[in-house]
């Protein structure tokens, strides 16, 4: 039997006794053969036990592969980049859809609503590529010297009078400008040809600029008055120099209409501003219009916050389904952002946001202009009439009218708050498929105007500090410590830690008595924005240029257009203090939301 030779083998292998007979050799022989031949057929049945390891990791590993290479695609597939474009904007997407229960908008912060030109990079916005070549063929421009700013072979006459149109004139200020603004944050696009000025040896000298803290690409204009002086050679050496737009006769004359009439001079206004209403031109272009029209709703007399959120809402679901949205620029300011707290109607969208932008972003007309040539080109009755589909809620998705053939979309919005919000259109479902179209709000350029001019006045080399007091320092629950971090001896105390002394120093602030930061004076040159009230008083260019907007009727300057000055002159200051930053142990928001 197997098992007795296998055991007699094993005996003869070991026993000692045995191994000088022939038996014994054959059967080791013999045991060696079965031995061999059995290990042979185990070798080639047989994986060995690394292998195996090795090829069960290497599938888990492909398995695993796989499966990231399909999520990734799922995601690319489905990811909608959230607004605006690529930047994060949880933060305002939070603080903008905060809603109460009754998706009423909670009180609105002290601090500026953002816009497009805030959170995007230039190369975001439409038409930045083109600006960007121009801004550095003017650059290019700019820092070269203008052709024979050098001297003609050492001719030229020390003692004669100063020729404005002297190349050696553009050339210095060039110079001088390129120096003196240097870690200013100014670029130099273009510069006009200078004018003599009031007085032999001064020149008044314009140019065009862009501040590189400012993420739009809009330009702006100074004109400043120079003092010259024959210097070594040839050159001309610059003595003096004036203040921002000194130089009075190098601005442009201010546009008039109407018949000439003798009046004060007007101060000149900016000729680049065109935000004039689009018309349609004729009936056949209306009626190959396609068109969005969303009636007034109950965000009419809310706050800016909720205004821009519902508006952009309207303008994202225009461009989803390619038309052109029906835009109404009578807005009513809440009393959230008046001085009384009583809501003003008649307010023009152009007073607070740049309509030459909007309308050069997104395709638009104006509800007034679009009625009259609706009741006007639309009297026809069956065929060739305009088709119009009302939507009389927001629960009609845009989805839904997506492949909607009618020349004319009307969402009405006759419900009760809150299902008369336009910003409803935009949630649910359609948050995923609308894209609020931010690139296409910017802040009027009438204000940046203001803006630049107070920052041009501190020859742009100021430091800021942001005071918030107002209502959350009566908030004694929300805010238990503001009130006190915000003392005039606390203020003193902390900003002469983070600012060196002497220097420029802007607040910007809701705090409405004016003397309350003079113990600052002592220790910096202190510039608030009731210090510049001319630039918006009844003899000063946003005046011409809003009255222009009104047919003749003046404009105040409200609360919401002070803070837009306010706020922006504060973000163009090189160092910064800010109250929820620097100045109090409170969170911005109230108690227990500094990690919201």
Not at 92 to 110: H, K
Request: hydrophobic share 35%.
């Amino acid at each position: 039997m197997p098992s007795s030779d296998q055991d007699d083998d094993h005996h003869d292998e070991g026993s000692p006794l045995f191994r000088g007979s022939g038996g014994a050799d054959d059967d080791r022989h013999s045991s060696r053969r079965r031995s061999s031949t059995s290990g042979a057929s185990s070798a080639v049945g047989e994986v060995p036990v690394s292998q195996s390891l090795i090829k069960a990791a290497s599938n888990v590993c492909f398995s695993f592969f796989v499966f990231a290479v399909l999520a990734v695609t799922v995601v690319a597939v489905t990811y909608q980049p959230p607004d605006p474009w690529f930047q994060s904007s949880a933060a305002i997407t939070t603080s903008l859809s905060r809603v109460l229960p009754n998706s009423t908008f909670l009180q609105p912060d002290d601090s500026l609503l953002p816009t497009g030109e805030d959170f995007a990079s230039p190369s975001a916005a439409p038409g930045a590529a083109a600006a960007a070549q121009r801004d550095a063929a003017d650059d290019q421009a700019a820092a070269v010297p203008a052709l024979g700013t050098a001297a003609t072979n050492g001719t030229c006459d020390p003692d004669a009078p100063l020729n404005c149109s002297d190349p050696r004139v553009l050339a210095a200020v060039r110079a001088f400008n390129a120096k003196a603004f240097f870690r200013k944050s100014i670029v130099f696009l273009s510069y006009e040809a200078p004018v003599p000025a009031t007085k032999p040896g001064q020149c008044d000298v314009a140019w065009r600029f862009r501040n590189r803290r400012e993420k739009s690409w809009r330009r702006y204009r100074d004109y400043r008055r120079f003092e010259l002086t024959a210097g070594e050679g040839c050159a001309l050496d610059i003595v003096k120099v004036g203040k921002f737009r000194s130089g009075k006769n190098a601005a442009r004359p201010p546009r008039r209409k109407g018949p000439k009439r003798p009046q004060v001079a007007a101060p000149p206004v900016d000729a680049e501003i065109n935000d004039t209403i689009p018309v349609v031109g004729s009936e056949a272009e209306f009626r190959r219009g396609k068109y969005l029209y969303y009636m007034r709703g109950g965000d009419h007399c809310k706050s800016m916050n909720q205004f821009i959120w519902s508006f952009l809402c309207g303008l994202g679901e225009a461009k989803y389904l390619n038309r052109t949205f029906v835009m109404d620029l009578n807005m009513c300011l809440s009393g959230a952002h008046t001085e009384d707290g009583k809501d003003v109607n008649g307010k023009d969208f152009r007073f607070y946001f740049d309509f030459e932008h909007l309308k050069e972003s997104v395709p638009l007309v104006e509800e007034g202009d679009f009625l009259k040539d609706w009741h006007r080109w639309d009297k026809k009755k069956g065929p060739g009439r305009m088709t119009v589909r009302k939507v009389p809620t927001y629960k009609v998705t845009p989805m839904q009218l997506k492949r909607d053939k009618s020349n004319i979309i009307w969402r009405q919005f006759d419900g009760k708050e809150p299902e008369n919000y336009w910003y409803r259109v935009c949630e649910g479902r359609a948050a995923k498929v609308i894209q609020r179209p931010w690139y296409a709000i910017w802040k009027s350029k009438r204000l940046m105007n203001i803006v630049t001019e107070i920052a041009g006045r501190m020859d742009w080399d100021y430091d800021g500090l942001h005071v918030i007091r107002g209502w959350k320092a009566q908030n004694k629950k929300m805010y238990p410590n503001l009130d006190a971090d915000t003392s005039p001896d606390a203020i003193v105390s902390k900003v002469t830690k983070l600012i060196k002394e002497w220097r420029n120093l802007y607040i910007a602030t809701n705090e409405p008595f004016y003397y309350y930061f003079d113990k600052l004076r002592s220790h910096y040159h202190v510039h608030l924005l009731d210090d510049y009230k001319e630039l918006w008083s009844n003899t000063s260019e946003w005046y011409n240029e809003t009255t222009s907007i009104t047919g003749g009727k003046p404009v105040p300057f409200d609360a919401y257009m002070k803070v837009i000055v306010d706020t922006e002159v504060f973000y163009r200051s090189k160092a910064k203090v800010e109250t929820f930053n620097n100045l109090t142990r409170d969170c911005k928001d109230g108690i227990n939301t500094c990690n919201l």
